[in-house]
């Protein structure tokens, strides 16, 4: 099946640090989503990008659906504690009716203060 | 208030028991999924219900069922626990013919 490289797969920064991952397929997609599992929570839907090319925002995220539909990134500015967690990119695969995601082996992000 | 909920959040049983875990989605979506995540917090898809409708069957053991009784709820009876099936489920849902899926908080399955 379809198989997305997620990286890195842990970082350690320092609070105010910048920080990007990224996720790439052999395989098209037609969508990349991007969640974040807090510990002991399920993972919570951040941004979804629907569009090649598509650079899209939410407060100190931005993420991106790179132009080959192959990958995808994630930047987050400034980092902040609360931004501790496993970040989990997921995509969309092009064609099939039944809309199933496959989700990348996540990047557990640390943050010290 | 809560959109995607399950029931339990912990469950501890030993191998060999029957165990169901309940989802129950407010948000009005038309699909439902089972997901597990294991130790490493893989996260794999195991069941996918439309309007009631199985859509997506993985290769998971038949000792795992699951029922939707209407397309607000999917429930996941687990038969014959054996000790792999620990792990933590999550429920999510989404619309119709969308990629956007919305989780719950999990049920940490411990067989021992």
């Known amino acids: 099946g379809q198989q997305l490289n997620q990286s890195p797969q842990s970082m350690f920064i320092q609070e105010g640090e910048d920080v990007s991952m990224n996720c790439t397929s052999s395989?098209?997609?037609?969508?990349w989503l991007w969640y974040k599992q807090d510990p002991g929570e399920g993972p919570v839907l951040l941004i979804a990008?629907?569009?090649?090319?598509e650079l899209t925002s939410n407060g100190r995220l931005t993420a991106q659906f790179g132009i080959t539909r192959k990958d995808s990134f994630l930047n987050i500015s400034a980092s902040i504690p609360s931004d501790v967690g496993i970040y989990f990119c997921a995509g969309g695969p092009e064609g099939g009716s039944n809309y199933k995601l496959t989700f990348g082996k996540g990047t557990l992000l640390t943050v010290n203060p | 208030d809560t959109a995607v909920s399950q029931t339990p959040k912990y469950l501890v049983t030993q191998m060999g028991n029957d165990k169901s875990i309940k989802c129950e989605q407010n948000l009005g979506h038309d699909t439902m999924y089972w997901y597990k995540q294991d130790s490493k917090k893989f996260l794999k898809i195991m069941f996918s219900y439309n309007n009631k409708e199985l859509i997506i069957n993985e290769t998971v053991p038949n000792r795992f069922s699951p029922k939707s009784p209407d397309k607000a709820h999917l429930n996941l009876h687990i038969n014959s626990l054996e000790l792999g099936d620990s792990a933590v489920y999550f429920c999510?849902?989404?619309?119709?013919?969308?990629?956007?899926?919305?989780f719950g908080p999990g049920t940490r399955l411990t067989v021992t």
């Open positions: 990008l629907y569009k090649a090319g």
């Open positions: 999510a849902s989404s619309h119709l013919q969308g990629y956007e899926q919305y």
């Open positions: 395989s098209i997609f037609n969508t």
